[in-house]
């Protein structure tokens, strides 16, 4: 059975040689993420090219994720080394203090406005959580604190306030940059980091147009402001990522999992696509395998209907690049032959504002209850197989279209197999269709396909759906 659920896996020093991501581009990765908080910009441009060529020779269209890093709130450095606060022991945090100052009583703090976030009784969460601090007092530049939670603690480590609550905005003076710079890349997502409002993505949204960018916006879920706003965010957004690190650490570990239930879920519904993130085979960074606790975390998002699974230290610093997305696509094809809960009813039973989006609903319908072999979208944008692809019907979904950027955004969307294709006439197109299909070796005579098309050329055009039995 072909894999439903697609992979994301992120370039860097482990995996950027031609020879490496060739055999990752075969063990099933559809997505390569650059990832913006680590390197310099002409090291992602090269592994933009580096992709591009590797994916153009092996026949495949890949999609490019831009990932901002965002406002990460980090201590400063200690002047002789790591330092072991230990629970009770008074310690500060101070904006003013030299970058290299830091030792066993205080540390600096590049985030200006941390004196003014917080208040007494506050909780700052230290190196994901590792270190947990209580406020006592701000004086000034200064933030007076308790440990609670002790533990090594060494340079330039994150700060997250237990509950969200640090102002600090989404989008930095480096990541207007670096969106400039992805643009100019030709990326096909961005993804952007902390959003709290939907204002987030708009403004960024505003950058990437006025850039001359293209790419489809990704909105981190990473901040417990941004779950009051969950629905504005996905709709303000192209693509949602469930953004485990952070998230976890500010709303608490065991709130995490029904969070992350609850972001696929409505992202499905909203027709968005949703990516799952962190720490997913974080063993494999150094081991050969996976933990079972591993296998079943991902095994868990697919069942939930993400569309795709995210890679990250796993293969940009890993020891097995390769071997983590073979693993994990070996995960993802079993959980897929999973019993899951019946999601498509609820998408049948809305009531449809779009031409497209009832045409999309009757097809995935149709299919299912004729046990149909594959659906078939002619599609510009390719929204139309994105909205069949929320019925999850088990069904394959071709995407078949003559634009390059649609096939590579395509790359992401869970069941949807994007197919280069320009028929040579609109009389002759549903035949030509099928002809590419029968040559891929995908249907054969006597297989019952659904195939949707437009009158209109353009997104939303889709007006048509047609029962074809093959030859």
């Known amino acids: 059975m072909a894999r439903r659920t697609k992979i994301v896996a992120t370039l860097g020093p482990a995996c950027e040689n031609s020879d490496v991501l060739t055999r990752m581009l075969r063990a099933g990765a559809d997505v390569l993420r650059l990832n913006y908080s680590h390197g310099r910009s002409e090291d992602q441009a090269r592994r933009a090219e580096t992709a591009r060529a590797v994916a153009k020779a092996l026949g495949l269209d890949i999609a490019i994720l831009a990932d901002l890093q965002g406002p990460k709130i980090r201590i400063e450095s200690f002047a002789n080394g790591p330092v072991e606060l230990v629970e009770g022991q008074a310690f500060a945090l101070d904006t003013a203090m030299g970058a290299n100052a830091g030792d066993q009583h205080a540390v600096g703090c590049a985030y200006e406005n941390l004196p003014r976030d917080v208040k007494p009784g506050d909780v700052l969460l230290l190196n ?3 270190i947990a601090l209580r406020v ?20 330039r480590k994150g700060i997250n306030k237990q509950g969200g609550g640090l102002s600090a905005a989404a989008l930095t003076d480096k990541d207007r940059e670096d969106l400039r710079h992805a643009c100019a890349l030709g990326v096909d997502f961005i993804a952007v980091s902390f959003p709290r409002t939907a204002q987030d993505l ?34 303000a957004s192209d693509a949602v990522m ?103 009813r609820r998408l049948i039973e809305k009531h449809f504002q779009r031409v497209d989006e009832a045409v999309a609903m009757a097809t995935a319908y149709t299919a299912r209850n004729m046990h149909a072999e594959a659906i078939v979208a002619l599609t510009d944008s390719g929204h139309t197989a994105l909205l069949m692809s929320r019925a999850q019907t088990g069904i394959p979904i071709y995407a ?6 649609t096939r590579r955004k395509m790359a992401l969307c869970r069941g949807v197999y994007p197919m280069s294709f320009k028929p040579r006439s609109a009389e002759t197109q549903a035949q030509e ?36 039995t093959v030859g």
Do not use: F, H
């Not at 006592?136 to 340079?155: A, H, Q």
């Not at 147009?209 to 969950?230: F, S, V, Y």
């Not at 078949?400 to 950027?405: G, H, I, K, V």
């Open 202 to 235: 708009e403004e960024a949204r505003r950058l990437m147009q006025a850039a001359g960018g293209k790419a489809a916006l990704i909105a981190k879920i990473e901040r417990a402001e941004a779950l009051p706003n969950l629905e504005a965010i996905i709709a």
């Open 128 to 130: 994901d959580g590792a």
């Open 433 to 468: 269709a099928i002809e590419l299909l029968r040559d891929r070796q995908v249907v054969k005579t006597g297989d019952r396909i659904l195939l949707t098309k437009g009158d209109a050329t353009g997104p939303g055009g889709t007006n048509t759906m047609k029962i074809i």
């Open 400 to 405: 078949l279209t003559p634009y390059e950027a």
């Open 242 to 344: 469930v953004a485990r690190g952070d998230l976890g650490v500010e709303i608490g570990d065991a709130e995490l999992p029904g969070w992350q239930k609850r972001i696929i879920a409505l992202a499905r519904e909203m027709n968005r696509m949703v990516i799952t993130a962190t720490q997913m085979m974080e063993s494999m960074i150094v081991n050969p395998l996976p933990t079972r606790a591993e296998v079943s975390d991902v095994a868990n998002a697919v069942m939930d209907g993400t569309d795709a699974v995210m890679l990250s230290a796993e293969t940009a610093t890993g020891r097995w690049p390769v071997k983590v997305v073979e693993a994990m696509a070996r995960v993802c094809v079993a959980a897929e032959r999973a019993p899951t809960p019946e999601r498509e």
């Open 136 to 155: 006592e007092k701000t004086t000034g530049t200064r933030v007076e604190t308790t440990v609670l939670v002790g533990g090594p603690l060494s340079n």
